[in-house]
C-alpha cells in the first residue's frame, strides 16, 4: 500500500507529526469499516426506532465541518430537515428549546470543550435524543450523551485535524446509511484511493508553489464539495496563516465575485455528481473574469482550469467523495505551510481543545 513518505518522527523536522497523521488515514479508514461499521449501525437502528423528526448538528471548527456534511446526507439521503445549532443560545441566552423527538448531534475529535458538552446536556434535558461522535469514548461529551459513535482514528498530536477529520466523515456517513438501513457499501473503495492519493504528494508539492507568496484566496463548491471548501480553507488558515475564504458557489455570485480578478487564486472542490453540475455556471463566470482557477476533480473538469489535482471519481458515488477531496487540500496546506517557513505542528495562538463557553 502507498503511503506519504513522511519524516523521521524523531528529527526536529517541522510538520512530522501532521505528514505521519496524514498518512494514517487510509489505516483509520480501514479499521472504521472493518471494526466500529457494526457499533455504528446497531447506534444507528435504534435511533431510527425513534423517528426523530428533525435533526440538530452541533460542533465547532473542523468538527463543524463533518457536521455540515452529516446535513447533506440527512437531508438528501433521508429527507430530514436539518439545522447546525447555535450553542450560545444556550450556553450564554440560557433558551431551553422543546426538543422532543429532536435527534441532536454532536461532533466533537476531543469532546472536551465545555459548550458542547453543555449545550447536549441541555438538549438532552429538554427532550433530545442526544449522539455524541468523537475521537474519546472516556468524553466528558460522551459521558452525558445517550448514544456515542467512537471514530477510532487514534492521538492525534498535531493541531490541525487531519485523520480525525476524515475519521468523522466516514463515521457520520455509516450512521447515516444505517439510519436508513444501508450497508455503507460505497464507502468499501475509500481506504485504497485514500493511499492512492498519499502517494500523490509529489503532485501536490508542485501545486503548492502556486500559493507560496499568495495574499488570500478563495475557495469554492456546491453540494456534499461545499463542507470541504471550508475545511480546506480552515486548514489554510490555520497552517500557512494565508486568509483563505470559503464560499459556496451559489454565494460566491451573490457579491464575493467581484473581488476575483486574474491575480486571485481560486480552488474550486467539483464533486462528480449533481454538486458538480451546478458549480458549473460559476466555474464558467471565474474563467470569464481570468481567474488562477484551480480545480480539484474529475480529469475533465481539470483540463478545463488553470492547474488542478485529478481525483478518482469514477465509480465513486457522490455522497463519499468528499472523505477523498479533503486529502490533497490537507497536503496542499502542509505543503504551502512547509515552503513558507513555518511548522505545520504547531500553528500560534492555537490548542488542541478549545475550551469555549
Known amino acids: 500500500m502507498s503511503t506519504v513518505t513522511t519524516p523521521d518522527p524523531h528529527s526536529e523536522?517541522?510538520?512530522?507529526i501532521m505528514a505521519r497523521e496524514m498518512a494514517e488515514q487510509p489505516e483509520v479508514l480501514r479499521r472504521i469499516l472493518d471494526e466500529a461499521a457494526p457499533a455504528i449501525r446497531k447506534v444507528a437502528q435504534e435511533i431510527a426506532a425513534r423517528a426523530p423528526r428533525f435533526v440538530l448538528l452541533t460542533a465547532r471548527g473542523t468538527s463543524d465541518n463533518a457536521a455540515l456534511y452529516a446535513k447533506y446526507l440527512l437531508e438528501v439521503r433521508l429527507g430530514l430537515p436539518c439545522g447546525l445549532t447555535s450553542m450560545s443560545t444556550t450556553t450564554a441566552y440560557g433558551a431551553r428549546p422543546d426538543l422532543t423527538d429532536v435527534l441532536v448531534v454532536t461532533v466533537s475529535q476531543s469532546g472536551g470543550s465545555p459548550d458542547l458538552v453543555a449545550s447536549t446536556r441541555a438538549a438532552r434535558e429538554a427532550g433530545a435524543v442526544t449522539l455524541a461522535v468523537t475521537n474519546n469514548p472516556d468524553s466528558p461529551l460522551a459521558a452525558v450523551s445517550e448514544y456515542h459513535i467512537d471514530i477510532m482514528a487514534g492521538p492525534e498530536k498535531a493541531l490541525p485535524a487531519t485523520k480525525t477529520y476524515t475519521a468523522s466523515l466516514l463515521a457520520l456517513y455509516l450512521f447515516v446509511e444505517g439510519?436508513?438501513?444501508g450497508d455503507g457499501g460505497p464507502a468499501r473503495v475509500l481506504p485504497e484511493l485514500a493511499a492512492g492519493l498519499l502517494a500523490r504528494q509529489d503532485e501536490v508539492s508542485a501545486l503548492a508553489a502556486r500559493y507560496r507568496f499568495a495574499e488570500r484566496m478563495v475557495i469554492t463548491?456546491?453540494?456534499?464539495?461545499?463542507?470541504t471548501a471550508k475545511e480546506a480553507a480552515l486548514k489554510l488558515m490555520e497552517t500557512s496563516y494565508i486568509p483563505a475564504l470559503a464560499y459556496s458557489g451559489a454565494d460566491l455570485l451573490h457579491g464575493p465575485l467581484a473581488m476575483v480578478d486574474n491575480v486571485s487564486p481560486v480552488i474550486a472542490v467539483v464533486t462528480d455528481g449533481k454538486g458538480g453540475e451546478?458549480?458549473?455556471p460559476v466555474l464558467d463566470r471565474l474563467r470569464g473574469r481570468g481567474a488562477d482557477l484551480v480545480v480539484i476533480g474529475p480529469r475533465g473538469q481539470v483540463e478545463r482550469a488553470s492547474a488542478g489535482f485529478v481525483l478518482p471519481t469514477e465509480n465513486v458515488a457522490e455522497e463519499v467523495q468528499p472523505v477523498l477531496e479533503i486529502i490533497p487540500l490537507q497536503l496542499l496546506a502542509y505543503e504551502v505551510t512547509i515552503a513558507r517557513g513555518q511548522d505545520p505542528?504547531?500553528?500560534r495562538a492555537l490548542a488542541k481543545v478549545t475550551e469555549t463557553h
Open 179 to 181: 439510519l436508513r438501513g
Open 345 to 347: 505542528d504547531a500553528p
Open 278 to 280: 451546478a458549480l458549473q
Open 13 to 16: 523536522l517541522p510538520g512530522r
Open 221 to 227: 463548491s456546491r453540494g456534499y464539495g461545499y463542507p
